[in-house]
């Protein structure tokens, strides 16, 4: 079945350790985002990708660091969690000429 | 670059009644405004969305409303249900793909 998957599902890391947020899709689509979402619900876009080789920062500046080497995989980094970066991350796709976003179900992450 | 304003943050209605989630938007290159819900520990799903040359577009207990000229959009939900119980966002784009969205609603429809 054409979803987008993330894992882990839920993370709980001390600080300074290096994590990678898993993310992939089987919808064929081109463009892939991350979000953060605060406790207070609010979407805040961190990266986004157009294609293979194609990535950007978003709106709120993030120590996050992406890649996009294939169009099904969207992975997202942190060099060395610290306890500011405890938030969900949501990954996302959209078809080329449209808007429309599917969302991944999310990860969790806590950082101690 | 795009601001997005919603209105309220926290909406209680009984069921049966209607809601109203108001949104303003500030980049007048917006084009496309969706609205998602999210329900508790789930993901976003669209459910509704409008683009820049339509006025007002329904789909059975949902409508969305759109002023161009004062840059704001409604989301109407009729004869809510206790599953309508949800956060909702509204959101606002451009050509470039990239989707600003409100801080959202948290609507509980009271039995």
């Known amino acids: 079945e054409a979803d987008i998957y993330q894992t882990p599902r839920y993370l709980v890391i001390g600080t300074g350790k290096k994590i990678t947020l898993e993310c992939s899709q089987t919808?064929?689509?081109?463009?892939m985002y991350w979000y953060q979402q605060d406790p207070g619900m609010e979407l805040h876009l961190i990266h986004y990708?157009?294609?293979?080789?194609?990535?950007e920062k978003g709106d709120l500046s993030s120590e996050s660091t992406v890649s996009r080497i294939r169009t099904e995989h969207f992975p997202l980094t942190l060099e060395s969690a610290r306890p500011s970066h405890t938030s969900q991350y949501l990954c996302?796709?959209?078809?080329?000429?449209?808007?429309?976003?599917?969302f991944g179900s999310g990860t969790q992450l806590s950082v101690l | 670059g795009e601001n997005v304003e919603q209105h309220p943050s926290t909406l209680s209605v009984q069921e049966g009644d209607s809601a109203v989630i108001k949104c303003t938007y500030s980049?007048?290159?917006?084009?496309?405004f969706p609205w998602y819900k999210q329900e508790l520990g789930k993901r976003p799903q669209l459910i509704i969305d409008?683009?820049?040359?339509?006025g007002e577009k329904k789909d059975q207990r949902i409508a969305v409303t759109l002023n161009k000229t004062a840059k704001h959009f409604s989301l109407h939900i009729t004869e809510t249900q206790p599953e309508d119980s949800a956060v909702y966002f509204c959101?606002?784009?451009?050509?470039?793909?990239?989707?600003?969205f409100g801080k959202g609603t948290l609507l509980t429809v009271n039995p």
């Open positions: 996302a796709s959209s078809a080329t000429s449209a808007e429309k976003l599917f």
């Open positions: 919808m064929g689509h081109d463009k």
């Open positions: 990708s157009y294609g293979v080789n194609s990535t």
């Open positions: 980049d007048s290159a917006s084009n496309y």
């Open positions: 409008i683009r820049s040359n339509v």
């Open positions: 959101a606002a784009g451009g050509s470039n793909y990239k989707l600003t």
